[in-house]
């Protein structure tokens, strides 16, 4: 299983690593690996390209992309192997 399931599988850890990676888990919304941090006003965020949800709002970057890594949504293990079926 690669870190990415493991996240999503609220695996702290892998999260941590793929943040550390600068990588975004798929979009809590729509499924989608189209997230961005994005940065306004002093505060960063992630956010879906593709149909707008937002992460929470952090002072850093790298924070950002942990909040939203670690907020990504829930799978229980049946549902990741539905998702393997695809
Ligand atoms: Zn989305």
Do not use: Q
């Not at 399931?5 to 941590?16: D, G, I, T, V, Y």
């Not at 002072?59 to 539905?82: F, G, Q």
């Amino acid at each position: 299983m690669d870190d990415i399931k493991l996240a999503m599988l609220r695996n702290k850890e892998a999260a941590k690593r793929l943040t550390e990676a600068g990588v975004l888990l798929p979009c809590p919304g729509c499924g989608e690996s189209s997230a961005k941090i994005c940065y306004v006003c002093g505060d960063h965020f992630g956010m879906c390209k593709t149909c707008g949800w937002t992460g929470p709002f952090r002072n850093a970057e790298y924070e950002a992309r942990l909040a939203w890594n670690t907020r990504a949504p829930i799978l229980s293990e049946s549902e990741m192997e539905m998702l393997d079926e695809h």
